[in-house]
């Protein structure tokens, strides 16, 4: 993007310079027409293309649907008991309650308003892109060349748009200010600085394929976006759907799995389940506003 911004301001310096050739001159203004004309094609084919917008928007597709936490590093402090004898603590057991929930509100509106921010960058760059294809298709060489100035402007604008978006690191770290206070028993030790920052985990999704019911159970399995294979809890969700229309839920039941995959035993033969995959609430848990769910019948 920093590169189409550079090719812009090049060529709109050049057009400065260089005056538009006088209607006498028709194969110099053809020309130029020519040229300019490939310039802006070249690029709504790279830098503005709608592969690129497109591969933006798939990645912000995915950052809804994560999971995002606190992170608050070191996880673990040296600390002194009162007979001066060293301890490895869990910095969380440190943390004011109070000033962590204060944290988690700061971090969830800071979240929401990026997200607002790329729903507007994202759909600037898909008009903008829309709007110059029109003037190379629409537009002769006369206005199109009469127009330049306004084409330039355009393509600075979105450019801009797109440079902006590229440096939201999405999914990625966020940072946080923050005014972390100890519990008040710790507030007189001496700790090494800590850093709070947002920590982002990629959604569950169910493995569509390896996902299926038998007579009186049902086996799940599901999956990150990134493949990710640490082992942590996870939450599966399930709940009899009881009416006609399969709408209305019936009982249900959590079960937390540590593994990519579970079976389900007891389910009656013959009924619909719906089953929702999920994490587990924690202390630094902030936001999350998506689950996948599946259907199986029996």
């Given at each position: 993007?920093?590169?189409?911004?550079?090719?812009?301001?090049?060529?709109?310096?050049?057009?400065?310079?260089?005056?538009?050739?006088?209607?006498?001159?028709?194969?110099?203004?053809?020309?130029?027409?020519?040229?300019?004309?490939?310039?802006?094609?070249?690029?709504?084919?790279?830098?503005?293309?709608?592969?690129?917008?497109?591969?933006?928007?798939?990645?912000?597709?995915?950052?809804?649907?994560?999971?995002?936490?606190?992170?608050?590093?070191?996880?673990?402090?040296?600390?002194?008991?009162?007979?001066?004898?060293?301890?490895?603590?869990?910095?969380?057991?440190?943390?004011?309650?109070?000033?962590?929930?204060?944290?988690?509100?700061?971090?969830?509106?800071?979240?929401?308003?990026?997200?607002?921010?790329?729903?507007?960058?994202?759909?600037?760059?898909?008009?903008?892109?829309?709007?110059?294809?029109?003037?190379?298709t629409t537009w002769d060489m006369i206005t199109f060349?009469?127009?330049?100035?306004?084409?330039?402007?355009?393509?600075?604008?979105?450019?801009?748009?797109?440079?902006?978006?590229?440096?939201?690191?999405?999914?990625?770290?966020?940072?946080?200010?923050?005014?972390?206070l100890l519990r008040s028993e710790f507030r007189g030790?001496?700790?090494?600085?800590?850093?709070?920052?947002?920590?982002?985990?990629?959604?569950?999704?169910?493995?569509?394929?390896?996902?299926?019911?038998?007579?009186?159970?049902?086996?799940?399995?599901?999956?990150?976006?990134?493949?990710?294979?640490?082992?942590?809890?996870?939450?599966?969700?399930?709940?009899?759907?009881?009416?006609?229309?399969?709408?209305?839920?019936?009982?249900?039941?959590?079960?937390?799995?540590?593994?990519?995959?579970?079976?389900?035993?007891?389910?009656?033969?013959?009924?619909?389940?719906?089953?929702?995959?999920?994490?587990?609430?924690?202390?630094?848990?902030?936001?999350?506003?998506?689950?996948?769910?599946?259907?199986?019948?029996?």
């Open positions: 993007s920093f590169g189409a911004m550079a090719g812009i301001s090049n060529e709109y310096n050049t057009s400065l310079e260089v005056a538009t050739p006088s209607e006498g001159h028709g194969d110099a203004r053809q020309q130029m027409y020519l040229q300019k004309r490939n310039f802006v094609l070249r690029l709504l084919q790279t830098s503005l293309s709608l592969d690129y917008i497109q591969h933006h928007r798939n990645k912000f597709e995915v950052f809804k649907k994560c999971y995002f936490y606190v992170d608050i590093e070191p996880h673990h402090v040296q600390t002194r008991d009162r007979n001066h004898v060293m301890h490895r603590t869990d910095i969380m057991q440190l943390i004011d309650p109070y000033e962590l929930l204060k944290i988690k509100r700061k971090g969830k509106k800071q979240i929401e308003i990026e997200m607002l921010l790329i729903a507007e960058l994202l759909e600037h760059l898909e008009r903008g892109h829309e709007e110059l294809r029109c003037y190379l060349l009469s127009q330049w100035h306004l084409i330039m402007k355009k393509l600075w604008q979105l450019c801009k748009f797109m440079a902006t978006l590229t440096s939201l690191d999405v999914p990625g770290k966020l940072y946080l200010k923050h005014r972390l030790s001496r700790l090494p600085m800590f850093s709070v920052s947002l920590r982002v985990k990629m959604p569950l999704i169910f493995d569509r394929n390896e996902s299926f019911a038998h007579k009186d159970s049902a086996k799940l399995k599901w999956f990150t976006e990134n493949q990710e294979s640490q082992v942590e809890l996870y939450e599966l969700r399930f709940k009899l759907l009881t009416s006609e229309n399969e709408s209305e839920p019936g009982y249900g039941r959590i079960q937390e799995v540590i593994s990519t995959s579970c079976i389900v035993q007891g389910l009656l033969p013959g009924r619909s389940y719906e089953f929702t995959i999920g994490r587990p609430d924690t202390q630094t848990f902030i936001l999350v506003k998506w689950h996948d769910s599946i259907t199986l019948t029996t």
